[in-house]
């Protein structure tokens, strides 16, 4: 047993989650990344890997138990998206995009929205989170899609981009500003859009470098109407909304990468273990068991640092956006680095498409950059040590 399943098996989850996450195992395994690599190739949505996880009832995870959920911990929810973007990094954005987009939905969102909206999510029902677009990336107060009062409706016009399950989502939170109201930290307001409204339009998925079978899409508002009902909180509560859906998100994306991590780390030892090079094991080689103990050293104290990050914020942590960011920080650079690394290890073969490791450079790339580039990141930890 290596440091990184005595890691994996000291995570501290009750008997029923122990459960769960076994399931998810199983399900990743055997069936999830058997696939993974024919979706990549086709960039065909994975509906196969949605239909099971919904046969499992994951999506119940992340929803109250009055709505239809069932009540387990953010600790057992970040070891299941690392299980499966272990598997399928594509799958695993577009479950763990559910919890993203929903969560502030639980937190923020009244009685009679929770009773309409989170049952549809618990049942398996797909939910995308709007709020990037082609001028406001990662400055969210430069958005300009607009929110405007009419009557018991409101009226939304603008467009999204880069929106994780844009096309296929059931339900979407969507950020916007209302009108008339010069301050854009008062501007800025949230509410629930539903598939099928009149007026929104899917322009387009685009054509990705990794994660190729999670659709990405670009989508358009032209007067689509949505009851007023559907405002989470009043007009101008969204920027503390958003900033906390991010806070949580970003542990999700950690997670994420490091099962991209751990992934490219393992098929790597596989193979040199194998590999011969001059009558040698190529792990033998003193210069690659450096390498080797380097990356493994990283996945040891970046996964303790993830389940460090989940236990506070089940503990009920309020405060924890700077930790956040330094978790999405390393993991993303580690799945960079160990993704690269196997490559390498794997010398021609790691270039072709016959081995995963491919795959797994391609898809390690996007984890740098969304839910904040991770230049945006160093600025925001880096600013915190400032005295006043």
Partial sequence: ?????????????????????????????????????????????????????????LNMMFVPQAYGGMALSYLCYLACVRE?????????????TNFHAMKPLIEFGNEAQKARFLPRIAEGALAALAITEPEAGSDALGMTTS????????????????????????????????TNTPDPRKAISV??????????????????????????????????????????????????????????????????ALGIARAAFEDATAY???????????????????????????????????????AMIDAGATEFGIEASMLKLRASDLAMRASTEAVQLLGGYGYCKDYRVERLMRDAKITQIWEGTNQVHRQVIGRSFITR
């Fill in 191 to 256: 509410l629930v859009l539903e598939k099928g409204t009149k007026g929104l339009e899917i322009l387009r998925n685009e054509d990705k470098m990794g994660t190729r079978a999670s659709s990405t899409a670009t989508i358009r508002f032209n007067e689509c109407r949505v009851p007023r009902s559907n405002l989470i909180g009043n007009p101008g509560d969204g920027l503390p909304i958003l900033l906390a859906s991010l806070n949580r998100s970003r542990p999700s994306v950690a997670a994420h």
């Fill in 147 to 178: 929110f405007r009062a009419a009557g018991d409706e409101i009226i939304i016009e603008g467009g999204k981009t880069f929106i994780t399950n844009g096309d296929v989502a059931d339900l979407y939170l969507l950020f916007g500003k209302w």
């Fill in 272 to 310: 040199i273990n194998e590999r011969r090079q001059s009558g040698r094991k190529i792990i033998e080689f003193q210069g690659i068991q450096f390498l080797v103990a380097d990356l493994a050293t990283e996945l040891a104290l970046t996964e303790s640092y993830l389940w460090q990050v989940g």
């Fill in 1 to 57: 047993m290596t440091v990184l399943d005595r890691l994996d098996n000291s995570l501290h989850l009750s008997e029923d989650e122990q459960m769960v996450l076994a399931s998810v195992r199983a399900l990743a395994t055997e069936r999830i990344a058997p696939r993974a690599a024919g979706f990549d190739r086709t960039g065909e949505f994975p509906w196969q890997n949605v239909h099971e996880i919904n046969a499992l009832g």
């Fill in 84 to 96: 499966i973007s272990k598997a399928c990094a594509a799958t695993g954005i577009i479950w763990a």
